[in-house]
């Protein structure tokens, strides 16, 4: 079983950071042949971007035979993700019971 690798996310996660982000987790993901473990807990704002970037790289592990894990999740992600119908795991939320709102 091989380790995985983590790494900390910190500022924003927008669409200004959103390409060296990406070039950064494409340069681990080459060089660390595993799972990948996200520090997401000082992420202070995150877009439609930063939110593609880490579906993306989801996708990417998920095609390599490993899984991306977020370690912590800021208040900021939990709400992007929310706001795309995602839990923080990345996977769609259930649908809402008719009495919840």
Not at 22 to 32: G, I, K, N, T, Y
Not at 39 to 51: M, N
């Amino acid at each position: 079983m091989s380790e995985t690798a983590a790494v900390r996310l910190e500022g924003s996660l927008s669409v200004v950071d959103a390409a060296q982000q990406r070039e950064q987790l494409l340069a681990l993901l080459d060089s660390h042949p595993g799972d990948l473990g996200l520090d997401l807990g000082h992420i202070e704002d995150v877009d439609t971007a930063g939110v593609q970037l880490l579906l993306a790289t989801g996708r990417s592990l998920r095609e390599r035979g490993h899984r991306l894990h977020l370690i912590a999740v800021s208040q900021a992600v939990q709400q992007a993700l929310r706001s795309y119908g995602l839990d923080p795991r990345l996977c769609p939320l259930p649908p809402m019971d008719a009495g919840e709102h």
